[in-house]
């Protein structure tokens, strides 16, 4: 199996990176900057190999997907996102162009390349990690990120549509807070506050069990989930009184 994961330097990407080498999976782990991955244990492991390009770069993207997958690409997966917060963009509305060429832009290109050769195939499993924030209703107040996973949520959807008939499957993973070490970062350092955090392990386990049984969507925790349709059915003025 061969397995190319955009993001794969860090968090959920790494650890789903850890989990296919462990099944003696031919393995691309994919990042902006891959000497991250430098002492790793994953670094010297000789089925795994790294590219270093920005996701939304077109033409390293593509050259990163035709160099792995001149040997077949079984499954792509796309844990590369960007966050930035509603007092940032206040005071820096450009912050906003980073995340969407990611979150959005970048997703379609690496859609695009690897299905294009997954078709050529005749094979193949696409997979993206958007967020439970994505559920979350369009509204004046929403924030960037909540679009932009909103956005990728679509986009996931319609590739499953597009691809069905050349035998490529779809798969969108929509985990709640998930305790990696990016999450707490972002939040001074812990993340114990979130509601219904998830180890990392524990999601990684849950996203490869739906990866592996090709379904269409997995969200997760159920719990969380349900706090978001509750969220969804309150009048629009309750609604924009959420904190972004």
């Not at 970048?106 to 559920?135: E, K, N, P, T």
């Not at 070490?181 to 506050?193: I, Y």
Request: proline share 4%; charged share 20%; net charge positive.
């Amino acid at each position: 199996m061969r397995v190319m994961i955009i993001g794969g330097t860090s968090g959920i990407g790494l650890a789903l990176g850890q989990h296919y080498a462990s099944q003696d999976a031919q393995v691309a782990l994919c990042g902006r900057d891959t000497g991250r991955l430098d002492g790793h244990a994953l670094a010297a492991h000789p089925q795994v190999r790294r590219y270093a390009f920005d996701i939304a770069d077109r033409a390293a993207l593509e050259a990163a997907v035709q160099d792995f997958g001149s040997d077949g690409l079984d499954l792509l997966i796309v844990t590369a996102g960007q966050y930035t917060d509603a007092a940032t963009l206040a005071v820096r509305p450009e912050a906003a162009l980073p995340v969407l060429a990611t979150n959005v832009g970048g997703l379609c290109l690496a859609f695009d390349a690897a299905g294009a050769l997954m078709r050529r195939q005749g094979h193949g499993h696409l997979v993206a990690v958007a967020s439970i924030a994505g559920l979350v209703k369009d509204y004046p107040a929403g924030s960037l990120y909540s679009a932009s996973k909103r956005a990728a949520i679509a986009i996931c959807d319609t590739y499953r549509k597009a691809l069905a008939p050349f035998g490529i499957a779809v798969t969108t993973l929509v985990p709640g807070y998930v305790d990696t070490a990016r999450l707490r970062e972002l939040n001074g350092g812990s993340a114990a506050a979130k509601p219904f955090l998830q180890p990392e392990a524990d999601a990684v386990q849950r996203m490869a069990g739906a990866i592996e049984r090709r379904a269409e969507r997995c969200v997760f925790p159920w719990q969380l989930h349900a706090l978001v349709r509750l969220f969804n059915c309150l009048p629009l003025g309750l609604r924009q009184l959420r904190r972004k």
